[in-house]
């Protein structure tokens, strides 16, 4: 009986610290890759404190498309990193059921469907930060300037854990995208400022 | 405050003066400061409340694997103090180690979530509840006391089997379609009643009977509660014909459970009250069975529902279980209610209607107040 409380007693500690050194373990596996994301959603105060994001994968330029609006498509529930770590130069979208191609694959990712987000688990991601830092983080990603990279740690087995996000300035060709797509404001010569070394 | 209520006494010729004196003598002596209790009380409250914000504004600056250590240190510190100190600390009240036991298997639940928020992990929650339930439901059963234990782990154990059938379930449909494995889901939902009988059969042959008789309890209710809530589904009309959590297959399993676990209750706890708790049960069971049967059909769920609990309150009768016989009659009152507008909405949009609905609603209160006076039990009789 004094043996059995004992080992009662024992296994929950060791039940503990065991799954603690095995997240410690896993936490540490994997190729970090980063990934540009864009946009977010505020995050959830009953969740904790995160930021959430949604993942830009850079995509193959036969599969970006040019022209008409914007197809609806579901998000991918597979992809195949390649590049040279942590930059990704392609992202290709393949069957999660597929093995095949999950074995080829150097460095597969794999949505979670018991994830937060399921399915779309290669859409959107968040990622656990303190309050202060959550907030800062927040304001950030709304500032136009600044492209947001989130650094993924990915694993053999297609399972990733997004570890990091930093920001830094938007490339010239990035800001030359964005200001393509927008809408030019009207405004008379006289309001607009010269910027430093551009010349309009 | 009590002087003033024996003077009272005393003036109504209840007690004679020497009564009097000796009972506000004892008062004046038994007297508790209960003002300065209560500012220590918020004194305390306050220091408490100033650590917690002080920890909690400060959280981010702990590094994760300081703060785990930490965590895991209090959940050993509870455990050492049971292993070292359990029989002293039960002799001196048993709450201390139920308190004990207690906050060590909710700081192991929490740990989980710990776990989480510092390696980025997440997992769908019967994955920490079912690793949970797995190392500590061994300490909760060897050491529990009382019914807070008792509820953790039945209540733990339920949490995780409607989880897992939730994320499981839904994951199944959308793999397999209609071959999804639902009685094999049904089976895990149906699982925390075996509590019944395990605490049924220890209670007279442990040492700690308040426990097995709450882990008893807390699984019989279980049951009685879902069969309660699928007569209301099968009100509303909820039941499936087809595959699903719902269907006619997996509430067989479910009853079958059930009435297995009633055998058993039955078996394991021999005397009056044992066999009323497992027919209570094996009831219950039946009523699963059946239930789908009723579906949409209001008038049928309702007597389904009231026959379940007419059940429990000839069992309360013959086991001698007072409290319960007084729900049971409660309960069925407040169905006949429900039934009355269910059935008759539509009299509820007269002014006739109402005087009927609210005389109907008198003379239901009233018939269980009579059968409760005339019927229940006279001595306070313990629960199952």
Known sequence: ?200 | MATGRIERWHEAGLIDAETRDRLIAYEKEHSRPIALWAVFGIGALAIGLGLVSLVAANWEEVPGNVRLALHLALIAGALVALWLREDRLTAASPWVVEALVFIAAVLGLTFFGHLGQVYQTSAPLWEPLATWLLLFAPLMLLTGRAWPVAALLVGGAIYCAWEYNLAFGELARRRDGEDAPWAFLALVTALPVLFAPLGAFLRSRSTREAFWRRLEQAALAYAVAGASIMTALASVGAFESGAGPLNPASQLVRAAIIIVAGALVAWGRQGVSGRMSGAILALAGLIVAVVSGANGIELLAALLFMALWAGIAAAALIAGWRGVFQLCVGVIALRLIVLSFELASDLLLSGFGLIVSGLLILGIAWGAWRVSRRFAPDEAGKAP
């Open chain 1, 1 to 200: 009986m004094k043996l059995a409380r004992l080992a009662a007693a024992l296994l929950p500690l060791a039940g503990l610290a065991g799954l603690w050194a095995w997240s410690e373990h896993i936490s540490r596996q994997g190729t970090d890759w980063e990934v540009p994301v864009a946009g977010y959603d505020p995050r959830d105060l009953l969740r904790g404190h995160y930021v959430e994001f949604t993942y830009d994968w850079p995509s193959r330029d036969d599969e970006r498309q040019e022209e008409g609006p914007p197809r609806i498509q579901p998000p991918p529930e597979a992809l195949c990193l390649s590049g040279d770590p942590p930059l990704i130069t392609q992202a290709a979208a393949f069957d999660p059921f597929d093995r095949a191609v999950f074995e080829a694959c150097a460095h597969p990712i794999l949505a979670d469907p018991g994830g937060v987000y399921g399915a779309a688990g290669l859409r959107t991601g968040r990622l656990y930060v303190g309050q202060d830092r959550a907030r800062a983080i927040e304001e950030r990603l709304a500032a136009r300037d600044l492209r947001a990279i989130v650094t993924i740690r990915q694993r053999k087995d297609g399972t990733f854990t997004p570890v990091d996000i930093r920001f830094r300035p938007l490339t010239e060709a990035e800001r030359e995208a964005r200001e393509g797509d927008s809408i030019r404001p009207a405004a008379p010569p006289i309001m607009t400022r010269p910027e430093p070394g551009r010349n309009e």
